[in-house]
């Protein structure tokens, strides 16, 4: 579900316009509109992370240039071909039955000890690190878009919530003033009511900036145009079918199966291990094969040969990057040793995370909502009447608000707290909602 509302585009940065329409409103100005607004759902918006988020592209780029490195790896060395003739015996260039001399080797290095083959077994290592890395990356975008989501998602609703309290105060506020010009409240009883609103409005200001910034990271997430405004699209009920049935043990094995981090940490040790084979082959000297042709200056003429040559290993048997790649095996493993620790202690902790915020969400009451919104309009009335005093309608005031405010955080909290599962997991264990 994706559609775009279209209008009149301003020269403001979108976060000042936001910012401003409250303020406006409450001084009778007519609100400006936003250029684009977007409203997507969860699927939408990950769709299009996936076609144009840049990290993304630029790590899959990473990919590719491991995959063209395995290629080179294949390819055998080069011929070398050597030549050699006269160019003047008291004539340029003379080439005959009785004069001239020629020369041609034609050479080629035969590797041995398995290095090209090895050569090619440490690029592919290096693809599978680009993938595991691509994959890492992409496990953990994910999960900030889909926070980001969540969260203005919320701010959003949040945002309604403090337009219905501040109308309903204003329309109080200008009802009072009449009342005191009339003698019927007090200054005090005037001034604290207008005191309400503007903490009212304050409080919806900050968590306006807060929407601003949240909208400028979920551009940057979705390489969305500056001046368009994300309206999140997202269930009212979330489905919590099978977090009970939830066991660590399994979200453990799954983690150290799925997490691409967890997988690239016994990459890296499989790589060092296939570099310490590489190094010590590099110890053994290759071999150079070549044929060659001589016409007059070897003991006969038209002298055909064969070419052998290699190094003599005595100074140099690569006995530095060898010790190097055995000490890079043992860092690699306590590597290994640690993303282990880790990954049982984040999935152990969501897990727990979970599971408490799970209960709370069964214990708490779905229409709590509906029936603060009545209370509250029997509230303004009986206020309006005088049936309940200022102290009494402050109180509830600040309750009702607070209810709110926290149960759209605690549904926030909750499909966070799903996310973080399918974080440390490395796999989508619950499915986003």
Partial sequence: MLYIRSGRRKSCYIGLSILLLPLLAFHGIAQPKIADTISMSLPDAEKMFLEKNLALIAQQYNVDISKALVQQAK??????????????DGKFFRHNNNY?????????VIKTAGKRNKAIRLASDQVLTSTQQFNDLLRNLKYLLRNDFSSLNQMLRTNKIYTTEINSVTQLVAGMDAQLAAGNISQKDNLRLKALLYSLQSDQTDLLRQMAEQQTELHTLLQLPAGSFINPILPDNIDTKGIDQLNLTELIDSAKL???DANLAQTNLLLQQHNLSYQKSLAVPDLTVGVEYDQRSSYINNYYGLALSFPIPILNRNKGNIAAAQFSIKQAQTGVLQIQNQVE???????????????????????????????????????????????????????????????????TNFRQAMEEINLTTGKDIIQPR
């Fill in 75 to 88: 390819y055998w060395d080069n011929p070398v071909l050597n030549t050699d003739q006269n160019i003047y």
């Fill in 100 to 108: 001239g001399q020629i020369f041609i080797q034609i050479q080629q």
């Fill in 258 to 260: 799925n997490r691409p």
């Fill in 345 to 411: 202690s984040e999935v152990a902790a969501a897990y727990q995370k979970l599971l408490t915020i799970y209960r709370l969400q069964q214990q708490s009451d779905r229409d709590l909502q509906g029936k603060y919104d009545q209370l509250l309009r029997n509230m303004l009335e009986s206020y309006r009447q005088r049936q309940v005093s200022l102290l009494e309608f402050l109180d509830f005031f600040g309750a009702y608000k607070d209810a709110q405010v926290k149960q759209l955080q605690q549904e």
